[in-house]
């Protein structure tokens, strides 16, 4: 069966913004009887993510990615339904996912290395297990458990950033149903801030791209705040820092930011920023949600159930085709987002 596929066709750099002419779409033969413990499948939905930017250059710079190979096949996270199974376990119509989805229409995997989704109706709703109820789900409300610190009823004021991406419009939704009793995020531009307050329920919302973000930031927070998720780095994340209060915590989660940059992860900070953390005993730990891997399970039935209960509200920008996984990753890199960045390949 011909199916089709998205291969890197060329690097930015190290130093580069990713273009949509790094991505090309090509014919790829599928077979159509998988071989012992494989299945075949089709693809639903792709997710675009951060990380894969550093998949994209020659050094991910990290021990836990690899990195593309030009003229290969991009993968990432994938959701899919089983067409036919020689795999154990996974029979036709089997709805399933995996970290590692080929960008293909059609795609031949090992059944080990899928999921099915779990609980059952998420095959109803199956880009969730690539958002609110996946690894971005995740990454909210681990990162908030292990190093948020969150004392509920403490009267906690947090600050999230890239607060209307995959992973922050659900910290802080997360962050408030934990016991945080002020909940503010940043993003880029008035739509973004205003579904952020009108829809998600945050307390305010401050847009970084206006003028005076410290001014916006101190009638946001004039107690201080007291917890940081840091998903966006740069001077956006030191003026944070900058009206932290004494003994608070910084979730370093990502640092998209400099994600065009040639600088090692994480990004060294000025000086001035590490005295302020010294001085105010703010912790500042490192979070990966791939360490806490004896975590997911239970995390992904809290986030499920918080979702079938409309205690947690999902967003998702959805583009539609094989052919625009690239201007979906390119577009999500440049703030066209709202909630988790998504493609619709085919519909179940
Ligand atoms: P998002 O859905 O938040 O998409 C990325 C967003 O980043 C864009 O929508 C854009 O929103 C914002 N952005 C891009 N460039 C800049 C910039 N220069 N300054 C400020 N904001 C910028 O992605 P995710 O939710 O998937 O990921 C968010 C962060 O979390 C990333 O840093 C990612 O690497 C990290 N992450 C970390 C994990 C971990 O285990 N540590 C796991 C998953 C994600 P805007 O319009 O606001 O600019």
């Not at 998949?55 to 994938?78: C, F, H, I, K, Q």
């Not at 205003?194 to 970084?208: I, K, S």
């Not at 090692?264 to 791939?290: C, G, K």
């Amino acid at each position: 069966m011909k199916a089709k596929a998205v291969i890197l066709a060329s690097r930015p750099g190290a130093d580069g913004e990713p273009r949509m002419e790094n991505f090309k779409v090509q014919e790829q033969e599928v077979v159509e009887e998988p071989p012992e413990g494989h299945v075949v499948l089709k693809t639903i939905y792709l997710s675009v993510d951060p990380y894969m930017r550093c998949r994209m250059n020659e050094d991910p710079g990290t021990d836990y990615l690899s990195a593309w190979t030009v003229g290969g096949v991009a993968e990432g996270g994938g959701v899919g339904v089983v067409l036919s199974s020689r795999g154990e376990g996974l029979s036709p119509g089997d709805v399933v996912t995996s970290f590692s989805w080929p960008w293909q229409t059609h795609a031949v995997l090992p059944a080990s290395g899928l999921q099915k989704l779990a609980p059952a109706w998420l095959a109803e709703r199956p880009s969730l297990a690539l958002g609110a109820v996946g690894m971005p789900g995740l990454t909210a409300l681990l990162g908030l458990r292990t190093g948020g610190h969150i004392e509920p009823r403490g009267g906690q004021a947090l600050v999230v950033s890239g607060a209307a991406g995959a992973c922050g419009h659900l910290v802080g939704q997360i962050a408030r149903l934990e016991g945080c009793s002020k909940v503010v995020g940043v993003c880029g531009s008035a739509t973004k801030c205003r579904v952020l307050t009108a829809e998600l329920g945050f307390d305010a919302a401050v847009d970084y791209r206006a003028e005076d973000l410290a001014g916006q930031l101190r009638s946001a927070c004039p107690k201080g705040v007291d917890l940081y998720f840091d998903n966006v780095g740069g001077p956006l994340s030191d003026a944070v820092i900058e009206q932290m209060n004494v003994g608070g915590h910084v979730v370093l989660c990502g640092q998209i930011s400099q994600y065009n940059k040639d600088v090692p992860y994480p990004p060294p900070l000025p000086l001035h920023t590490q005295t302020v953390l010294q001085e105010r005993n703010i912790s500042r730990d490192r979070f990966l949600v791939l360490n806490y891997p004896d975590k997911h399970a239970e995390g992904l039935q809290q986030l499920a159930s918080w979702v079938q209960s409309g205690q947690l509200k999902v967003k998702e920008t959805i583009m539609d085709g094989i052919e625009n996984v690239g201007a979906a990753f390119v577009s999500m890199m440049q703030g066209g987002n709202i909630g988790k960045q998504l493609v619709l390949v085919s519909p179940l």
